[in-house]
């Protein structure tokens, strides 16, 4: 979490923020962000499965500019959904949800065969503001891990 005062002028660019490895086993750069909420960059390499997740207190919405994979969401109590990510695909992940997601490329359907390898990238709004790494509690995922 970067500490500012309310009143800062905040300017980064991507290639100067530093990285971490979120609880999930992404790579995020956190951008500037308010007490209510802020932006993190996330990328996903290549082959690379998520370790599933639900937060304790937070929500956010996912935007992937670029790449392609798949997302698993769900509650307890809910049947899960399984989409596909692309270039575009935004979606929101509700406090307490267990989501999970992977890197596996751009696929033809037809030849049966891996077109495209790229990091999978995200913009992510985390509301309110990320609270650190005890915010996120491991599940029971739906794929096996990389």
Request: negative net charge.
């Amino acid at each position: 979490m970067i500490e500012h005062s309310k009143e800062e002028l905040i300017t980064r660019q991507l290639d100067d923020l530093e990285t971490y490895v979120a609880p999930d086993g992404s790579i995020i750069r956190e951008m500037p962000e308010f007490p209510a909420g802020g932006l993190s960059h996330c990328t996903v390499p290549e082959d690379m499965v998520s370790k599933a997740v639900k937060h304790r207190t937070i929500e956010e919405i996912w935007y992937c500019i670029s790449g392609y994979g798949e997302f698993w969401r769900a509650f307890d109590y809910k049947e899960p959904v399984v989409i596909d990510i692309k270039p575009g695909t935004s979606l929101n992940i509700p406090c307490g949800a267990m989501f999970q997601f992977g890197n596996n490329g751009k696929w033809d359907n037809k030849e049966k065969k891996r077109i495209s390898k790229e990091p999978l990238v995200f913009i992510i709004a985390t509301i309110p503001q990320w609270p650190g790494d005890q915010e996120a509690v491991p599940v029971k995922g739906y794929w096996a891990t990389s």
